[in-house]
């Protein structure tokens, strides 16, 4: 089958049309034959060697997929044809993280053990995954629009992190890449007006103005002249020095979510003293724990008003056009590319 497989100890990406197809191994597992896969900025610093990965041997990264079941397992619940969406994390059960119900603090298990960064992912036509990682779509939900049902799980969870959220908050969004998009159709959806984004890439401002919420756009350089204060800071860059920048911008009271996924080398410096005076609040968001059930009915209410690819600046690609999706990528046309398994 046709796969897109990195090598961990070399840091390469290389398409190959030979990868060997899965085969079911226990008696729960599934066979997803994958139809939307999505390229994350996880995915980027992975192939960037800033993040941590598999290097026992060369794999098909993906970790945001949807598809359809090919194969299941005598002991599962799925049926051949079922439309899924797959939450590529899991917990071991065991320790007192999972059994709080935290699995995102897993020593053993979580995102040590996610599909697609340590295990074979959806960069490929098939892939298998225990079925109680698996979830069942519902007849509203395409399996394009499931392609975006992993981010919007982590956005989701951030939501949760990040509550209460009452209407009318000052909002400030930093970074309008494809998290910054999920944020913006999600607060909107919640009935958030008073928003603005930040972004220093125009081209990625202009994608924003599809989504047609009327959110006051920006660029940092405004965002700095203006020193204006928020409500809530949602951080989406993933870059340690616009947090040391960006948390000056908080009023007395203030959250700032640090939600895009720094490499573990950035640093950032803030005044203790300022979070004291104006008891300010720094929350971070790690993946999605229990919360693809809550994306999936985002999914469902949100429809197309929100979920259309192009509206987001989604583009999709052949899993042999990797080197093209990744160019556009980097240079900031699009907002997010998806590989698109026929």
Known sequence: MEALVF?????????????????????????????????????????????????????????????????????????????????????????????????????????????????????????????????????QITTEQAGL?????????????????????????????????????TLHHHGHRDVT??????????????????????????LAAEKELYDVIIDCTGVGKVMEISFNYLRHGGKYVLFGCCPPTHQASMNPFQIYDKELTIIGVKINPFSFPKAIGWLQAMGSRYLDYEKLGVQTFKLSEYEQALQHLKAGTISKAIFKID
């Open 7 to 139: 090598d961990g100890k070399s840091l390469t990406l290389k398409y190959d049309p030979k990868y060997p197809i899965p085969q079911l191994v226990n008696d729960d597992d599934v066979i997803v034959k994958v139809e939307y896969s999505g390229v994350c900025g996880t995915d980027l610093h992975i192939i960037q060697g800033e993040f941590p990965a598999s290097k026992e041997r060369p794999l098909p990264l993906g970790h945001e997929f949807s598809g359809t079941v090919h194969e299941a397992g005598k002991a599962a619940i799925f049926k051949k044809g079922q439309k899924v969406v797959v939450d590529p994390n899991r917990a071991c059960a065991l320790c007192s993280f999972c059994r709080a119900g935290n699995y995102q603090y897993c020593l053993t298990a979580g995102i040590n053990n996610t599909v697609g960064i340590w295990r074979d992912g959806g960069w490929a036509r098939y892939v298998r995954v225990p079925q109680d990682q698996v979830y069942a779509l519902p007849p």
């Open 149 to 185: 049902c992993e981010p919007y799980s982590c956005v989701s969870h951030g939501f949760d992190r990040a509550s209460p959220l009452p209407v009318g908050s000052r909002i400030l969004i930093v970074g309008a890449g494809i998290i910054g998009n999920l944020w913006i159709t």
């Open 197 to 222: 984004v930040s972004e220093m890439n125009s081209s990625r401002l202009e994608i924003v103005k599809k989504l047609d919420t009327g959110f006051r756009l920006i660029t940092p350089d405004v």
